[in-house]
């Protein structure tokens, strides 16, 4: 898949994983940090992220370091996966 | 012991939550009475509501009406009493580990389903950092709750205490009481005081849980708290509809409660659910200041013109029984 | 406050079934950790401390009858662990003088897991459907002892039987008991493993609490349960130690976790130690919550840090023996706290190697025997930032 493409799909399953009803994709900017500042996520998100990378695309991230990386933004997860199929 | 009533929130099968007590909603034949919810968007702020569920919805929803409905006062403790707690989220979460054998488990049904989230979330959403605790036992959750808060009074440690009653519907609960009683639902919130704030101001003078009490525990009970049974205007029972459980209210309306005192019954207003006891106390709460009770809820009228000291009686399955007393601040001559 | 004191003690975890058991064990550094036998889950790789008794032997233990009683496993580790905390207490109150405040988190959870089928279609019986609620364990110990005053059961996480000793207490203190028997239990269950393994927080070789390397919870089953009097009727030969201080606070924070720097923590231990009249530098020992996860043991360690200075007392954590009980791991500490005072004994970490770089100081490593232990303080924290701590004094 197309990196925007791949983009505008996790946009969706994050709403949909982290119950952010409120928000459409657009409201998301793909390069804006998803913890604390930006979507204001915390370590309970960042478990169903690591979650959702496992059962959309099969990826299963263990290394502390390299989840806090792919997990920096949309475009870093984005990356991440396209780096790891 | 004592303690002041000086608000209260409740979110309950009547339009309790605007502070409407008149308990005029048609419920009869209804087998399930769910709660009338308000709109959460004004009372929780949108970034917590994303991760709740219902019952910490209804929780926070009631405890914030609660604060709303006492200036804004803040609560120095927070007590909550309920039965099966986030047995929703529980069996939500049990239901995954069954189905996915035990991989790939979402951490949130699980952590949404400790039985201190209620108390928890409210601790958090108005950020009292002090005692905090919840009472998980059946029909006397809520009641030891409320114990647990006139203890916080009395120690004076504590002079605002924030005390709730919480259950939701459970098909887990439903399978358990029907087909003879109507399951309701809903969570009431109280802030109890060590002073009372206006002429208003419902005093708590004791409250009691019992398993398995030998016969004349009322009777002790109202002796203790120098209450004679002839001063009692108003006795709220906990009539259920089932024949096993209100047989023990019969017999104390036969043969115990004097034909002066007013009797009043709540569980086909709110169903029956294991804290329905703060529906009670909220309403007996509110009709002590409003001079009488609803007349959906009279079951026997009294003598006095206005009721000011009140006795609830309720138990659970014959096992758990429960005693309250309300009086008005200052009784005022009838 | 007027004083409270412990006459009776009761106690069964993965390391014994009385108090004398736990005690052996703690002074062997016996773990009770080990691979789960009794019950099926696909998380076996992950060690656990299993009381290794099946329902039945326990159903006799616990003077019940399979047949007659339907009891969850929890409130038979119950009366086991409040039997022997009764035994132990030799004072006669009236009976309306006595109370019960019980704990527990998972109630009678791993009977609806053998029979989540049936439970989830609705087909079980009724006197079955009511175990799942955190009830069941009190009723039954109170129905066993005959208890009928104010009766309740706590549920506060993993500090619920701290918060249970901390209602019986104020019950003295406030009057309205004379005698309380408090405590906790938790039967081990798969809702539970996978809970605490969705959050990633469970060791896969065991906890290591306190150690650079340390990598989570293992978990554990029990019930302990004490005896609280109150001055007037407590006979003095019977006093194993006084509950001298305690907090019940909240930290408000996050859902689960404790903040870094564990303001939390230092606002329950200073609370208690105000309660206790005592200084920190009054402490003997620190039994602490140490769960073995990366931050409880950090953000406990700051608190500790924070509130003790350079002059840190012994401290450690006995969940490396036990693993962690939940509901039962406040009493269960408690217990072993009096041990402490009681012995003159300090209890070492097991599989402590590395020292956290984050903290001055290390664990206890060793036992230590003849120590004058004093006063101890136990904390318990738990989900939903209910924070507890107790102070326990030589009588």
Do not use: W
């Amino acid at each position: 898949m197309e990196k925007t493409a791949l983009v505008e799909q996790l946009k969706a399953q994050i709403i949909e994983a982290l119950l952010l009803e409120d928000l459409t994709p657009g409201d998301i900017d793909p390069a804006a940090p998803l913890f604390v500042e930006g979507l204001g996520l915390d370590s309970i998100d960042a478990l169903e992220l690591i979650l959702l990378l496992e059962k959309q695309y099969g990826i299963r991230v263990e290394d502390p370091k390299e989840r806090r990386d792919a997990l920096q933004s949309v475009n870093a997860m984005a990356d991440y996966i396209l780096s790891h199929q | 012991m004592h303690a002041y009533l000086t608000s209260t929130g409740l979110i309950s099968p009547q339009r309790t939550f605007e502070n409407d007590f008149s308990c005029g909603l048609e419920t009869e034949g209804m087998p399930i009475l769910p709660a009338i919810e308000p709109n959460y968007k004004g009372l929780i702020n949108p970034v917590q509501l994303r991760r709740m569920s219902r019952i910490l919805k209804l929780g926070i929803g009631a405890a914030q009406l609660c604060i709303n409905n006492a200036g804004g006062q803040q609560p120095d403790a927070i007590i909550v009493g309920t039965g099966l707690a986030c047995v929703n989220d529980l069996e939500l979460f049990l239901k995954s580990i069954i189905e996915t054998g035990e991989q790939g488990l979402s951490s949130i049904p699980f952590i949404n389903s400790l039985h201190n989230t209620v108390a928890a979330q409210v601790a958090r959403t108005l950020k009292i950092q002090t005692y905090n605790n919840t009472h998980c036992h059946r029909g006397a959750s809520f009641e030891n709750a409320l114990l647990d808060a006139l203890m916080l009074l009395h120690e004076k440690e504590h002079r605002q205490v924030l005390v709730g009653g919480i259950d939701e519907f459970s098909m887990h609960y439903y399978n358990l009481l029907t087909p003879k009683v109507v399951t309701g639902e809903g969570a009431g919130f109280f802030l109890l005081s060590d002073s009372p704030a206006g002429k208003n101001s419902v005093e708590i003078p004791a409250v009691r849980t019992y398993y398995a009490p030998e016969e004349d525990f009322i009777a002790r009970f109202l002796e203790e708290h120098n209450m004679p049974l002839h001063h009692l205007d108003a006795v709220l029972l906990g009539i259920n509809g089932n024949p096993g459980d209100d047989a023990i209210y019969c017999r104390l309306i036969d043969n115990f409660f004097p034909p002066s005192c007013q009797l009043i019954t709540y569980k086909h207003l709110c169903g029956e659910y294991h804290t329905s006891s703060a529906f009670a106390l909220a309403l007996a709460a509110h009709s002590i200041a409003a001079g009488a009770f609803p007349a959906p809820a009279v079951f026997r009228p009294g003598t006095a013109a206005k009721p000011q000291k009140v006795l609830l009686y309720n138990h659970y399955q014959n096992c758990n029984h429960t005693l309250m007393l309300a009086v008005a601040r200052q009784p005022i001559k009838n | 406050m007027p004083a409270v004191y412990i006459t009776g003690a009761g106690m069964v975890s993965a390391i014994g079934f009385s108090v004398k058991e736990t005690l052996l064990a703690l002074r062997e550094q016996r773990t009770g950790i080990a691979p789960i036998t009794l019950f099926d889950t696909k998380l076996k790789h992950l060690p656990a401390g299993e009381v290794k008794c099946s329902d039945e032997e326990l159903f006799r233990r616990a003077d019940m009858h399979p047949g007659r009683d339907v009891c969850s496993r929890t409130a038979l580790l119950g009366l086991v662990a409040a039997q022997e905390a009764m035994r132990m207490s030799q004072s006669k109150v009236d009976k309306q003088r006595i109370s019960l405040v019980s704990a527990t988190t998972t109630g009678g959870m791993r009977f609806h897991e053998k029979n989540a089928h049936t439970i989830l279609a609705g087909t079980v019986e009724k006197k079955y459907i009511e175990l799942l609620d955190c009830a069941d364990a009190a009723q039954k110990i109170a129905g066993y002892f005959g208890i009928s005053n104010n009766v309740t059961t706590v549920s506060t996480a993993c500090s619920s039987s701290a918060n249970a000793i901390i209602v019986g207490a104020r019950m003295i203190k406030t009057g309205i008991a004379d005698k309380v028997l408090v405590g906790g239990a938790d039967a081990l269950t798969r809702f539970a493993l996978n809970g605490f393994n969705s959050l990633e927080i469970l060791s896969p070789g065991g906890c290591m609490p306190f150690d650079a390397h340390r990598n989570g919870i293992s978990l554990g089953e029990g019930a302990a349960y004490l005896v609280l009097e109150a001055a007037a009727v407590a006979k003095p030969e019977n006093i194993l130690c006084r509950l001298s201080g305690y907090a019940n606070t909240n930290e408000a924070y996050h859902q689960t976790a404790s903040s870094p720097y564990g303001e939390g923590a230092v606002h329950a231990i200073r609370k208690a130690l105000d309660t206790a009249g005592l200084p920190a530098a009054g402490i003997s020992y620190i039994n602490a919550h140490g769960t073995g996860t990366v931050i409880n043991d950090l953000s406990e360690g700051r608190a500790i840090e924070t509130v003790f200075g350079a002059t840190v007392p012994p401290v450690s954590s006995t969940k490396g023996y036990t693993g962690h009980t939940l509901a039962a791991a406040g009493a269960a500490e408690a217990i072993i706290s009096i041990l402490a005072i009681q012995h003159r004994l300090l209890f070492p970490n097991l599989r402590f190697t590395t020292q956290m770089p984050e903290l001055s100081f290390l664990p206890q490593t060793a036992l230590e025997e003849n120590v004058p232990v004093n006063h101890v303080l136990s904390n318990s924290f738990g989900f939903g930032g209910s924070n507890a701590a107790l102070i326990f004094s030589r009588p």
